[in-house]
């Protein structure tokens, strides 16, 4: 029988988890949705990544504001993916930052991602009408930014670790809480999504400067929190894991002359003992395999997604 496209069946509420990670550092995560975050500054909030949807963020913010009035001065995204960025105009933000790249991809492919997302996801997307276009940054950097809390509540610093999930991915620091938001560039007990990732470096240098921080708390793309110096290190070596699980079969059928179809085979073997159960492995798995393909065949950039090309692999891998 043919798997259901994507995460197109996937239409059950998920059950969140709304968490103090440190004084006025917040976490929602839910059973591998998407997560997203806030830090309060002395009169003002931070708050990381926006949701699909205003409908969707405004849920968000509402639990959010059980424990908080202050305004949101930063709304910080950490790159381009349409479920990542599109719900922005809900958090009324002063400013928001994303690196250099991310501004670049949404310009050159934002549409295209927007399509191909709502109907990979389409639960995601709350009341898709809401949506008032594309979200840009109002400021972007190349390596670091930081924002000053005020008082004795430390600073953000946001900074590239070097290309991975995507060509602009940003991660947000607090020295002083040790707390990681690492975007999707780790997740916790969550599949990978690969589909517009520099594998090779994702899985060295970029891993290595995410590890270097030293968090003793980091909030993954999806997935559960990691508490504690433990449980950061497993969600950093399942990540690099994935990763290199995927260079070593799909790089063997490349080299040895094989098909798209046998990599993909060949991937899903050695990967689904440990991943298959986890959320969205099969609907990420066909765009991983793809992506990774181009790379070794010397497709620098990835190719860009839409809507009928998601299909089209969808068809070749999954059925």
């Not at 947000?172 to 040790?178: K, N």
Request: hydrophobic letters at 40%; glycine letters at 10%; proline letters at 4%.
């Amino acid at each position: 029988m043919p798997k259901p496209f994507a995460s197109s069946a996937d239409l059950g509420d998920k059950q969140r988890s709304f968490e103090e990670l440190a004084e006025g550092v917040y976490a929602l995560t839910a059973e591998g949705d998407p997560n997203v975050g806030a830090v309060e500054g002395e009169d003002f909030l931070v708050c990381f990544e926006a949701m699909a949807t205003p409908v969707a963020a405004r849920e968000w913010l509402a639990t959010l504001r059980q424990r908080t009035a202050k305004p949101v001065r930063y709304l910080v995204l950490s790159h381009y993916h349409a479920v990542r960025v599109l719900g922005a105009s809900a958090f009324g933000a002063e400013v928001i930052v994303a690196h250099d790249k991310t501004r670049e991809l949404i310009a050159e492919r934002g549409e295209q991602d927007w399509a191909s997302e709502y109907g990979r996801m389409p639960r995601l997307f709350k009341e898709p009408s809401s949506i008032p276009g594309l979200t840009w940054p109002t400021a972007t950097f190349s390596d670091t930014f930081t924002i000053q809390l005020g008082g004795d509540r430390g600073e953000v610093v946001l900074a590239h670790c070097g290309r991975g999930h995507t060509e602009g991915d940003l991660v947000a620091w607090l020295p002083r809480q040790g707390v990681l938001f690492a975007g999707d560039l780790v997740e916790s007990q969550a599949a990978l999504y690969t589909g517009d990732a520099f594998h090779r470096d994702w899985a060295g240098a970029t891993l290595d400067r995410v590890a270097s921080f030293g968090a003793r708390v980091l909030v993954g793309g999806r997935g559960a929190v990691a508490r504690g110096e433990r449980e950061v290190a497993a969600a950093v070596a399942q990540t690099r894991d994935f990763l290199r699980v995927m260079l070593t079969e799909v790089g063997a059928a490349h080299g040895r002359g094989g098909t798209l179809k046998e990599a993909f085979e060949g991937a899903h073997r050695a990967l689904a003992p440990r991943y298959g159960a986890w959320p969205i492995f099969e609907h990420c798995l066909p765009f991983n395999v793809s992506r990774l393909w181009d790379e070794l065949d010397g497709v620098e950039r990835p190719r860009v997604w839409t809507a009928e090309r998601d299909r089209e692999v969808w068809e070749l891998l999954q059925t």
